[in-house]
């Protein structure tokens, strides 16, 4: 699955923009070339034809040398010198194109750009979608059970090896920071999404993309850690719908299994003496 890198996404298109510019230039050399051996047969042709028969067989000659090495061998001495002199400069100027173009369509800028417009058009059509910031551990558990609900998700990351995991595993990536630049944002498609899961480790970056996907869509549900009821708090003041506290989710976790340990062990001894465990009949009736 392809990956859009919000990371200097104009570095792309500028090489790309340098490549054409490359390519125009090499374009006008070799219809220089073209033109310039098509006038030179043309004055050497000594046929005695009209000027313009032989500048049109010049430049028919021309364009046999310059693509295809045609049968030269009607030229006198003057033509074929001046041939050979003109396959040269083609040869060099072959050489210099190819060194001018050869290199630029194979950069990591040029590809990253070719992938962005990939997944311009994927990422477009979204709505209702979820977007999940972060792909560690939570992050990949939570888009795991998220996937396996059914939901469409959209995963961001800032750090490369862990955009290149979640693409690998199927998932639509956008890789940027989402806690500096409102563009991974605008990518992820935000304002169209349903909810956004925040699973980064860092409290204070974990509030700065809660005010800024709230900016972004102020009806987006935001679920969020927190460390602290204070932090909570102030998640819930930023724009998040939901705040988990991870000490809370422990304590109640640990309650739960006392419980149920509890209840385990009524059980039990319900099981092992029904006597106490059924009301004896006529109790509670004459003395």
């Known amino acids: 699955m392809p990956i859009y890198q919000v990371v200097e996404p104009g570095l792309g298109r500028q090489r790309l923009l340098e490549w054409r510019r490359r390519l125009r230039r090499s374009l006008a050399l070799f219809g220089l070339v073209l033109l310039g051996t098509g006038a030179g047969l043309a004055l050497l042709d000594?046929?005695?034809?009209p000027f313009l028969d032989r500048a049109l067989v010049g430049l028919w000659n021309a364009a046999n040398l310059i693509t295809t090495l045609g049968d030269f061998t009607?030229?006198?001495?003057?033509?074929?010198?001046?041939?050979?002199?003109?396959?040269?400069?083609t040869l060099g100027l072959g050489?210099?194109?190819?060194?001018?173009?050869?290199?630029?369509?194979?950069t990591e800028a040029v590809l990253a750009h070719r992938e962005n417009r990939v997944m311009e058009r994927t990422l477009e059509a979204l709505s209702g979608h979820v977007v999940v910031i972060g792909f560690r551990t939570v992050g990949e558990l939570v888009a795991e059970r998220l996937r396996e609900e059914g939901e469409t998700l959209v995963i961001v990351d800032?750090?490369?090896a862990q955009a290149?995991?979640?693409?690998?595993?199927?998932?639509?990536?956008?890789?940027?920071d989402a806690g500096v630049d409102e563009h991974v944002f605008e990518r992820?498609?935000?304002?169209?999404?349903?909810?956004v899961v925040v699973t980064t480790g860092d409290p204070d970056r974990n509030l700065v993309i809660t005010l800024m996907?709230?900016?972004?869509?102020?009806?987006?549900?935001?679920?969020?850690?927190?460390?602290?009821?204070?932090?909570?708090?102030?998640?819930?003041?930023?724009?998040a719908t939901e705040v988990v506290v991870a000490d809370d989710v422990v304590a109640q976790a640990l309650l739960d299994r006392i419980h149920r340990e509890r209840e385990h062990e009524r059980g039990g001894a319900a099981r092992a003496d029904p006597a106490r465990a059924a009301p004896t009949p006529g109790a509670g009736g004459a003395r």
């Not at 900016?215 to 602290?228: D, F």
């Open 46 to 49: 000594r046929s005695g034809a």
């Open 95 to 106: 050489a210099f194109a190819l060194s001018e173009l050869s290199g630029l369509l194979s």
């Open 188 to 195: 992820a498609r935000v304002a169209t999404a349903r909810s």
């Open 74 to 89: 009607d030229f006198d001495g003057r033509q074929r010198l001046f041939i050979v002199v003109t396959m040269f400069v």
């Open 213 to 239: 996907a709230h900016a972004a869509n102020p009806h987006l549900k935001i679920a969020v850690p927190g460390q602290s009821a204070a932090r909570a708090a102030l998640l819930h003041r930023a724009g």
């Open 158 to 160: 800032r750090d490369r």
């Open 164 to 176: 290149e995991r979640a693409s690998q595993l199927g998932h639509l990536v956008v890789q940027g």
